[in-house]
């Protein structure tokens, strides 16, 4: 089971996490959230801290400048986009940075991911892969972070692994619901921000390692 926790704020929890060999992190560079990075703490990171966990860049409406210029300085290894961004606007950033595989992240309501499958299908016409789909519950006014569930066994139904993305669960996942929640969908992979910390933007230890052991026991 891929694992990625999400929201590293500094270059100190940043290396305590990986100590506990997650398959990645995420780095948040969305103004509004508990979690953003700096700049500077995210240019730490990329340059400072050995590689072998992925660095996963989180972007939310940023212009495809300032995606690219971030990746770039930050030594990104991935870039997720958890916003509004359009099949045209990941097709011109693949063709910017064609070694950095794309995450779409997708907010799911209710039991339907029809509109999903219309924009995977604008990307496929303009020969965009993308290396996953992280399926997060939508909550108006919220772009990730929110604490909230997705219908995990709706989503177990909906998503064709066959023909669409990895799948990769995010959404209100704690140490304590994720076995079950990946029972229940079946991913590829979770994702964790909010479920891991003692408050907001904090990390806690103790749950993240108990988290990571959790979603790979299930």
Same mark, same amino acid.
């Given at each position: 089971?891929?694992?990625? &926790?999400?929201?590293?704020?500094? &270059? ?155 799948? &990769? ?12 929640? &990946? ?19 904090v990390k806690d230890l103790e749950l993240t390692k108990l988290f990571i052991t959790n979603a790979r026991s299930a």
């Open positions: 089971m891929w694992v990625k &926790i999400c929201g590293i704020t500094d &270059i100190a929890t940043a290396a305590a996490v990986i100590g506990l060999a997650p398959d990645a992190i995420g780095l948040n560079f969305y103004a509004a959230s508990p979690r953003c990075v700096t700049r500077v703490e995210a240019v730490r990171m990329g340059r400072e801290l050995p590689r072998g966990v992925t660095r996963v860049g989180v972007f939310v409406n940023h212009t495809l400048n300032e995606i690219e210029d971030l990746a770039k300085d930050c030594l990104l290894d991935q870039v997720q986009l958890h916003g509004d961004e359009s099949p045209d606007q990941l097709a011109e950033l693949h063709s910017r940075l064609p070694h950095v595989p794309l995450i779409r992240a997708w907010r799911m309501a209710g039991e339907s991911l029809a509109d999903l499958d219309e924009y995977l299908k604008a990307c496929q016409e303009l020969k965009v892969s993308l290396a996953a789909c992280l399926i997060d519950a939508r909550v108006p006014g919220v772009y990730g972070g929110s604490g909230h569930t997705v219908a995990w066994d709706a989503l177990a139904r909906v998503y064709p692994r066959d023909v669409w993305p990895p799948l &990769i669960l995010a959404g209100g996942l704690t140490p304590d619901n994720a076995a079950g929640a &990946i029972r229940v969908a079946q991913p590829w992979g979770v994702d964790v921000a909010s479920g891991v910390e003692s408050q907001p933007g």
